[in-house]
C-alpha cells in the first residue's frame, strides 16, 4: 500500500468531538494502527496538524473540511465519531472501499427500520467494506458484557440493561439540548420527534442485537418514555435550562417474545434534577443483570482512575475515552470481517492488545 507503514492498518479519524479527539489519541498511540487522515466540520480546525488537534506534537496529518479529499485518500477504514451521522457520506465511504467504524449509529443495522439499510448494504457491496457501530452504551457495556456474563448461565428468561446519567456533566451541549432535547418544552418530547427517534432506534438496535445473540427469540420491541420538568433554572455549560421544560427522560426499550419481557434497555437521564420517586434509581453507571440459572449482576463506572485524585471533568471524559478505546481496538477486526454489517456479537472479543501505558 503506497505511502503506508509496512503491516500498519491505515485509519482517517472523522470528527474531533468528545469522543472523537480520544479517537484520534488512540490512533496516534496504537503500535498497529497508523493516522491517514482527519475529517473535521470547523473551518478553524481546516489545515491543523492532526497532531496539535491531540495536544501534541505535530505528526504530519493536516484535518480538511473536504470530503472529497477524505474520499480520495487511501485507507482501510474510517473511524466516524460525528454528532449525527450522514447516510450519504457514509455509503460514499463504504464504496469507496473504506470500512466504517463508528459510535454515533450501525449497531445492528440489519434490525434497523427505514430505507437507510439497503443503500447501506449496497455501499458495503460495492466497496467489499463492513459496517461496525459500538461504544460504551450501546458497545461494551451494553452487548459485549451481557454477553460475557451470558456464558456463566444455564438459562436465561431476562437480560436488563440499566444506565443512569446526569447530563449536566457532559459538555457536548448540541446533543444534550438539541438531539436529546433536554431544555425543550415538555410537550414536544415524544419518542417520535425526529432526533430522539433517532437516538431510541440505537437502543431498540441494541435490543434486538442482544436478543438476536443469546437466542431469545424476540418478536417486537416496544419503546416507552416518561419526561419530568426541571423545577428551577439549570446553567450547563453557560448555557440555562429553564424551569419547566425537560430535565429528566425515563426510557424504557423492552424487547419481547410471545409478550414476556426477555431483553430490557433503560436509562434514567436527568440534567440537575433527582429523578422522581416513581421512577427506577439504579445507581450511576450501568447495571447489567441477567435473571436465570444462575442470575448474575455487574455494575460499572468509567473513572479517569479508582486512585489519583483527579478533577470532575477528567472523570467525565472518560466515558469518552472509553468509548473512543472501544472503537479504535475495533478497528483490526473489522478491517479483517467479511464484508457487510457487522455486529459487536460477530466480532472475536475486542481487547487492548497493547495495554502497557503509552503517552498520556
Ligand atoms: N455508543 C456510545 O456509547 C456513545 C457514547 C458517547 C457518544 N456517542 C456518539 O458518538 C458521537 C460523537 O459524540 P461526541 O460526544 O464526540 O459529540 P460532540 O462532542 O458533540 O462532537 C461531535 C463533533 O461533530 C462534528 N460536527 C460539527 N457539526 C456537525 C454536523 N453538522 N454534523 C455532524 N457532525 C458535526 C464536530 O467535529 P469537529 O470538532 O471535528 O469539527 C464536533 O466536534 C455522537 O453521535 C454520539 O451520540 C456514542
Redesign the pocket.
Known sequence: MPGAAEGKTRVIQW??????IEALRGILDHPDLELAGVR???SD?HGVDAGVLAGRSAVGVTATTSLDEVLQSDADCVLY??????IDDVCALLASGKNVVT??FGFHTARSDGPDKDRLRKACEAGGTSLHG??????NLGVVLPLALSGLTRDITNVKVQERADWSVY??L??TFD?MKFGSPVGEVTPECKSLKF?SDLFREQVWLVGDALGLDLDEVVTDLQVIPASVDHEVFGRTLKAGTVAGQWWRWTGRSAGHIRVEVEAVWTVGERPPSNWPAPQHGWTITLEGTPSAQAHIVTLASFVRDVSLAEHVNA??VA?ASQAVNSVPAVVAAPPGFVTIADLPLIRNRHAVARAT
Do not use: F, H, M
Not at 470528527?15 to 472523537?20: N, R
Not at 465519531?81 to 450522514?86: G, I, Q, V, Y
Open positions: 470528527a474531533t468531538g468528545a469522543v472523537g473535521v466540520y470547523s480546525k465519531t460525528p454528532r449525527s451521522p450522514s459510535t454515533s459500538t461504544g460504551l452504551n450501546p458497545g459538555e457536548s448540541d446533543i438531539q437516538t466515558a469518552s468509548t
